[in-house]
């Protein structure tokens, strides 16, 4: 072992002695948090009374959460990992190995309760932007390092005159959803008890010039119970019960209509709130269709109210047959619940030959896309992703331009067509 070779360790005291390796994943996890917005945003929210039992440190806070998250394990055995591993310890910000419990796991349901959507939304960036930092540097170093020391530019050059051999399918990966598996019947449920909320909501300002709509939402959660408590139930009573949700959701959709037309405001409504409502007269759209075709597939199909973005796809995995969530075109981060948007310089790598090999794919196919939730994240055309890659397209015919922003339409996944209602 050379001296370049030698192993570097961090700063951690362990009573047995040893030292912890700076190549560990959880390490290298505490560098890329920016533990300074974390506190920045953990403290804004502490009440400043000096009362009480001063809180935990927030890196412990937000660090117990990742690592619940990466690990996949319940508050309990969190707690334990953190007792047991003096990596976890480290990356809670400990210098010392702590021989007891931090902290009790109830207090993991309120570290969840103490940072809101907005503070992910600020921490989630600049994740991102310093693993991308810290990959783009390795990377480069690798290069500077290699034996030919030829530059991007050098090797597409000479790459023009290598042979061309097979495809290269572009891929895009799943981000996982945490949601429970849809069933249509589950699905029109949960539309029809938020559509029975915003008749609530919509109802206030007409209180006194008319009577509140009936919705009959006890016998339409009687009806789906009835149902989902049935350890087997058949197609047919399964079919029936769908087409009841359906009739239910017809009649809510119905009773906002009128309650928009006798003077209540959707500006009443919170942004969340009316982007269910989108969301509802898609799904009723998409279902309504399955059910009187009778069939069990449809395009853009919606499997949750909340996470409209979410897809049904088809691994054939051996752990699971379909997987839900977001594909991702990125490499190796992406955005929480989101697409991430494609860097087009990030494929220019393509370009390069294997050296194992030493030939460029003949032709590049890629998937068909899914537009991003978000309309303001770059999201280049597929016939972009291969023309950047140097490829010729195969194809080309089948790839369809992104649709526009789903919100302009009036609805998600064309609203106007099921007569959604727009805020001006």
């Avoid at 190549?23 to 917005?37: F, M, T, Y």
């Avoid at 929480?336 to 948007?341: I, K, W």
């Avoid at 939730?373 to 992104?402: F, M, N, T, Y």
Wanted: hydrophobic residues 35%; aromatic residues 6%.
């Amino acid at each position: 072992m050379t001296r370049c070779d030698q192993p570097e360790f961090v700063d951690f005291y362990l009573p047995f002695g040893g030292k912890l390796a700076s190549d560990n994943r959880w390490v290298k996890l505490a560098g890329l948090v920016p533990w300074e917005v974390v506190e920045r945003r953990y403290s804004g929210m502490m009440a400043q009374s000096g009362m009480g039992a001063p809180p935990l440190p927030s890196r412990v806070a937000f660090g117990a959460m990742i690592i619940k998250e990466r690990l996949g394990v319940s508050d309990e055995e969190t707690v334990e990992q953190i007792r047991e591993n003096p990596y976890l310890q480290y990356f809670l910000g400990y210098h010392e190995l702590l021989q007891d419990a931090p902290f009790d796991p109830s207090m993991m349901v309120h570290f969840r309760s103490r940072f809101a959507q907005e503070d992910y939304d600020e921490i989630n960036p600049e994740i991102i932007r310093k693993a991308t930092e810290q990959n783009d540097r390795t990377e480069n170093e690798t290069e500077n390092e290699s034996e030919d020391g030829s530059d991007s530019e050098t090797e597409a050059e000479e790459s023009e005159g290598l042979a061309k051999s097979g495809k290269l399918l572009i891929d895009a990966t799943v981000t996982p959803a945490d949601i429970t598996y849809p069933t249509d019947l589950k699905l029109l449920n949960a539309a029809r008890e938020k559509l029975e909320h915003l008749i609530d909501l919509l109802h206030r300002r007409l209180v006194g010039r008319g009577k509140k709509p009936r919705t009959y939402r006890r016998k339409a959660r009687r009806d789906f119970l009835a149902i989902v408590k049935l350890k087997r139930a058949g197609a047919k009573k399964v079919r029936k019960a769908i087409g009841k949700q359906l009739r239910y959701v017809r009649r809510d959709l119905g009773h906002i209509d009128a309650l928009l037309k006798a003077g209540a405001d959707l500006h009443d409504l919170k942004d969340y709130d009316y982007r269910c409502l989108l969301v509802a007269h898609e799904i009723y759209r998409q279902q309504l269709e399955m059910w009187q075709e009778k069939k069990h597939r449809i395009k853009d199909r919606i499997v949750r109210l909340s996470q409209p973005w979410v897809r049904p796809m088809v691994r054939g995995k051996a752990s699971a047959k379909v997987e839900f969530g977001a594909k991702d075109l990125s490499r190796g981060v992406g955005w929480l619940y989101d697409p991430a948007p494609v860097e087009l310089g990030r494929l220019q790598r393509m370009r390069r030959p294997p050296r194992a090999s030493g030939v460029l794919p003949g032709a590049a196919r890629a998937l068909p896309e899914i537009r991003p939730r978000r309309p303001d994240l770059p999201h280049p055309s597929q016939s972009q992703l291969v023309q950047a890659a140097g490829h010729s397209a195969l194809g080309a015919a089948a790839w369809k331009a992104p649709q526009a922003d789903r919100a302009e339409r009036g609805g998600v996944g064309g609203g106007e067509s099921t007569g959604s209602p727009g805020r001006d």
